[in-house]
């Protein structure tokens, strides 16, 4: 027991030394991620065990199918059963793959020699995530044309917020992480042209985009958006109320007239109908005058 107290002073003597600053760094650093570490091999450990169970499938259909007369699949399923014979020894094989305790390629060559539908059934199993967007979206449909009692293909608030009551309904929206108490604010962000009514197209629309938690990257472009919306609209108000103040005083009675960048438009047009009445010829003649005279008191001078 005393010797125990002397580690402590042994301990407590290396936090004084400087020269040992690093390590005594490094030390509280492991110590404050060992709950992190922790989490982690717990997490490697469910990934292990979920493919343990799924290759242990594969191999127990693997097995089920093998016909023993045949020597070639009986030295496959040897092969196979002495890595992949039990979840045990599919979970041992596994961590050795990832950390290099052995060549992966060795176990993929052994999933190989599984026939082909056991050693595609992952691929048909991760595919049924894009049926369940299908079928979600049927099933969205199928509340709609519940709801629409007058068949009109629209839905108003009152035929949403009564639809809105039923068990299954709401049971349904909740495994879809949708809040279905606020119907009111649900059905203003389902509508989005604003006429106090949904169609289809909008409300499959507007569920599929409710449904699961927001991500990190959607909040963070809602909170940069925001403020900036909020200033180029209040530019564009101030710009609109100086352009309305400059048109209340410019329309005020006994108003006189500013200097104008171009003349009215009658003044225009009475200019244009006075050139019209001059001609080439006279234009010309006209012009060849006033340059012979000037030309001529040029030269008595």
Not at 11 to 31: D, E, N, P, W
Not at 67 to 72: A, E, G, T, W, Y
Not at 129 to 158: C, P, Y
Request: glycine share 6%; proline share 2%.
């Amino acid at each position: 027991f005393f010797r125990v107290f002397r580690l402590i002073r042994v301990i407590r003597l290396v936090r004084t030394v400087k020269a040992l600053r690093s390590l005594r760094t490094m030390i509280y650093a492991m110590l404050n991620s060992f709950v992190c570490l922790l989490w982690a091999f717990v997490m490697i450990g469910i990934v292990m065990f979920i493919f343990s169970m799924i290759f242990g499938i594969a191999v127990a259909s693997f097995f089920q199918t093998l016909d023993l007369s045949d020597s070639i699949q009986v030295e496959r399923a040897i092969k196979i059963n002495e890595h992949f014979g039990s979840s045990h020894e599919t979970m041992i094989s596994l961590f050795a793959a990832f950390t290099g305790g052995e060549n992966w390629m060795l176990y993929g060559a052994l999933l190989r020699m599984l026939d082909e539908g056991e050693l595609f059934f992952m691929t048909k199993w991760f595919a049924t995530f894009q049926d369940d967007e299908k079928r979600i979206n049927q099933e969205v449909r199928k509340i709609f044309q519940d709801a629409d009692q007058d068949h009109s293909g629209l839905m108003t608030f009152n035929e949403f917020s009564e639809h809105l009551k039923n068990p299954r309904v709401r049971a349904y929206l909740s495994g879809l992480d949708i809040d279905a108490t606020e119907a009111g604010i649900l059905f203003t962000l389902m509508d989005v042209d604003g006429d106090n009514r949904i169609s289809i197209g909008e409300f499959v629309e507007g569920t599929m985009r409710l449904k699961g938690h927001a991500k990190s990257i959607d909040v963070l472009s809602l909170m940069f958006d925001s403020p900036r919306f909020s200033h180029k609209f209040g530019l564009l108000c101030s710009f609109v109320e100086d352009q309305l103040k400059e048109i209340k005083e410019a329309i005020k009675p006994g108003k006189q007239n500013e200097i104008r960048m171009f003349p009215p438009t009658e003044v225009t047009l009475s200019q244009l109908n006075q050139y019209s009445k001059l001609r080439p010829t006279d234009s010309i003649s006209n012009h060849r005058r006033e340059r012979d005279s000037q030309m001529g008191v040029q030269t008595n001078m």
